[in-house]
């Protein structure tokens, strides 16, 4: 009775082990079956969709023109990054508003429009000055859907926090205006108590201008003739490395190198307008939180 009570516990137990062996199969069967489901269900769209090259930066295009697709059907153009230097870090990003978003940036400021003044660098007030002669106002942070929609465009274009930005100043241009070339960086210690040093400069083109109205990089290392543009800028655009204005552009340079280091050689002025009018955007981004 012993040994068959040992038999039988052992004949169950061959018949578990074998039961075992083969649900262990199936398993493994299964996962193979898994894994390759999820491999042909992954390829399938990297086969399909053509990828981005990596200097277009679709990935954020995507992302933000098919959240604001649905509310705004007007087509947009072509986007595309390009990068215009290193020393300044400088990049063109291609149709970065839409006419209609450029038209209401000049709507919303043309009521306000005032004198430009300039940072006084000793006492950090604000003065009027030769070297600026524009008229411009400061849209306040958020101040409607639109001009939130840019400011979050600016915040994953640049990878600085909205927080950071100061409100979108609209500048007018008219002919013979200009803006002497300067640093957006302080020299004094007065503007950087809110948010710290700016850090980076988001400029926007509402307008094409006819002739003149160039941002020029005076300082800018490298080939400043190798532009595509080159024959069409002005003298004073010729001085330096220029970007000509374009309704919808947007030019980003940064103020700072990597390290943080304030950038000598992003002096930058607006060339005089020779021909039509120009209307700007700019968005200064510091280093901390911006207070409004
Ligand atoms: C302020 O600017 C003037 C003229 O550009 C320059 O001579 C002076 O050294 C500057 N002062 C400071 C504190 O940077
Ligand atoms: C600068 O670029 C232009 C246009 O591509 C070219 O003709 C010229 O030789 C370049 N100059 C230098 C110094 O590399």
Same mark, same amino acid.
């Given at each position: 009775?012993?040994?068959?009570?040992?038999?039988?516990? #052992?004949?169950?137990? #061959?018949?578990?082990?074998?039961? $075992?062996?083969?649900?262990?199969?199936?398993?493994?069967?299964?996962?193979?079956?898994?894994?390759?489901?999820?491999?042909?269900?992954?390829?399938?769209?990297?086969?399909?969709?053509?990828?981005?090259? /990596?200097?277009?930066?679709?990935?954020? +295009?995507?992302?933000?023109?098919?959240?604001?697709?649905?509310?705004?059907?007007?087509?947009?153009? @072509?986007?595309?990054?390009?990068?215009?230097?290193?020393?300044?870090?400088?990049?063109?990003?291609?149709?970065?508003?839409?006419?209609?978003?450029?038209?209401? !940036?000049?709507? !919303?400021? $043309?009521?306000?429009?005032?004198?430009?003044?300039?940072?006084?660098?000793?006492? &950090?007030?604000? %003065? @009027?000055? #030769?070297?600026?002669?524009?008229?411009?106002?400061? +849209?306040?942070?958020? !101040?409607?859907? $639109?001009?939130?929609?840019?400011?979050?465009?600016?915040?994953?274009?640049?990878?600085?926090?909205?927080?950071?930005?100061? *409100? !979108?100043?609209?500048?007018?241009?008219?002919?013979?205006?200009?803006?002497?070339?300067?640093?957006?960086?302080? =020299?004094?210690?007065?503007?950087? %108590?809110?948010?710290?040093?700016?850090?980076?400069?988001?400029?926007?083109?509402?307008? @094409?201008?006819?002739?003149?109205?160039?941002?020029?990089?005076?300082?800018?290392? &490298?080939?400043?003739? /190798?532009?595509?543009?080159?024959?069409? =800028?002005?003298?004073? *655009?010729?001085?330096?490395?220029?970007?000509?204005?374009?309704?919808?552009?947007?030019?980003?340079?940064?103020?700072?190198?990597? @390290?943080?280091?304030?950038?000598?050689?992003?002096?930058?002025?607006?060339?005089?307008?020779?021909?039509?009018?120009?209307?700007?955007?700019?968005?200064?981004?510091?280093?901390?939180?911006?207070?409004?």
């Amino acid at each position: 009775m012993a040994s068959k009570g040992r038999f039988y516990p #052992r004949g169950s137990s #061959r018949k578990s082990s074998s039961s $075992t062996l083969l649900f262990s199969v199936l398993a493994i069967c299964s996962f193979f079956v898994l894994i390759l489901l999820a491999y042909v269900t992954l390829s399938i769209p990297k086969t399909s969709s053509d990828s981005p090259k /990596a200097h277009e930066v679709n990935s954020i +295009l995507h992302h933000t023109s098919t959240v604001e697709r649905r509310e705004d059907i007007e087509e947009r153009a @072509d986007q595309w990054v390009e990068v215009i230097s290193w020393e300044p870090r400088a990049v063109i990003y291609h149709n970065f508003l839409s006419p209609d978003e450029c038209n209401h !940036l000049i709507n !919303l400021a $043309t009521p306000h429009m005032e004198k430009s003044t300039v940072v006084d660098n000793e006492t &950090g007030k604000s %003065k @009027d000055s #030769r070297v600026r002669t524009s008229s411009g106002t400061f +849209l306040a942070r958020g !101040l409607d859907e $639109t001009v939130t929609a840019i400011e979050k465009r600016i915040a994953d274009f640049t990878f600085l926090p909205l927080e950071n930005g100061e *409100g !979108l100043q609209v500048l007018h241009y008219e002919v013979g205006q200009k803006y002497e070339p300067h640093y957006d960086y302080f =020299l004094d210690q007065f503007n950087a %108590k809110n948010g710290g040093q700016r850090m980076a400069t988001v400029l926007m083109y509402l307008s @094409d201008v006819e002739e003149g109205g160039e941002t020029v990089f005076p300082a800018a290392k &490298g080939n400043i003739s /190798a532009v595509s543009w080159w024959n069409e =800028l002005s003298e004073c *655009g010729k001085e330096g490395l220029s970007v000509k204005p374009k309704m919808g552009d947007a030019l980003l340079f940064w103020s700072m190198r990597p @390290d943080a280091s304030l950038d000598s050689s992003s002096l930058h002025g607006g060339c005089p307008v020779i021909k039509g009018n120009k209307w700007s955007s700019t968005k200064w981004i510091h280093v901390e939180e911006y207070m409004v």
